[in-house]
């Protein structure tokens, strides 16, 4: 069974672009969820979706979003960036809900804000 | 609610002795622990989980946590530590229901010296 997969890996951006990130989750899992990992800040939840809705959001402003789609791919949207949002980016896909049991994390999409 | 605290950011300890990464963890209903190990510019990936039932549980590439309520902890022990074991470790604690967080602790970077 194929792992969660991310698009793009690497992206390079200037302050004040926005950017979309592409994750889809393991087949059969509803769950997705979406982290932000800094050196200086750990890794922070964004958000988890389920059946196409938010069920979660972390401490983040509103120029993050997100979106899941009825086959459960997931996308993460960031407008006008700064360069404080330069981090790696992970999704975690799960079959229930994030609190019922693991989640399986994908490889990172590596965010460059110039 | 859940919270969960990693003592030492960094650990370092020689090949071939024990690793021991401790985790604390507070929860308010019966928890549900996970240890994810995270290699350089990868995701996350599952090194073990306690649900229920036994509370020594086995895990991958030789790892072990213990459960102890008494204690709130969910150490990660490994008998002999090898190179490949360098990487960056997040215990995690979630409440075991759909209406529950997943939360994760601050990581502990792990070091082997030769």
């Known amino acids: 069974k194929a792992g969660v997969t991310q698009t793009p890996r690497y992206l390079i951006k200037t302050r004040g672009q926005q950017v979309t990130l592409s994750c889809s989750p393991i087949s059969g899992h509803r769950s997705v969820s979406w982290y932000q990992q800094t050196p200086g800040q750990g890794l922070q939840f964004l958000f988890e979706?389920?059946?196409?809705?938010?069920?979660n959001k972390g401490n983040f402003p509103g120029r993050f979003s997100g979106r899941q789609f009825s086959n459960s791919r997931s996308e993460m949207n960031v407008s006008t960036l700064e360069l404080g949002d330069s981090a790696l980016y992970l999704c975690?896909?799960?079959?229930?809900?994030?609190?019922?049991?693991?989640?399986?994390f994908g490889p990172g999409t590596r965010l460059t804000v110039l | 609610a859940q919270s969960v605290t990693q003592l030492g950011s960094h650990v370092s300890v020689s090949e071939g002795a024990l690793v021991l990464l401790r985790c604390n963890y507070s929860s308010s209903v019966p928890p549900y622990l996970f240890w994810y190990v995270q290699y350089p510019n990868q995701g996350l990936q599952l090194l073990l989980k306690y649900t229920t039932g036994a509370t020594l549980v086995k895990g991958i590439n030789g790892f072990e946590a213990e459960f102890k309520k008494s204690e709130t902890s969910f150490h990660l022990t490994k008998p002999s530590a090898h190179m490949s074991d360098a990487a960056e470790y997040f215990c995690?604690?979630?409440?075991?229901?759909?209406?529950?967080?997943?939360?994760f602790g601050s990581g502990t970077r792990l070091s082997i010296r030769p």
């Open positions: 975690a896909s799960s079959l229930a809900r994030q609190g019922a049991g693991e989640q399986f």
């Open positions: 979706y389920f059946s196409e809705t938010q069920r």
């Open positions: 995690a604690v979630s409440g075991g229901s759909s209406a529950s967080k997943i939360i």
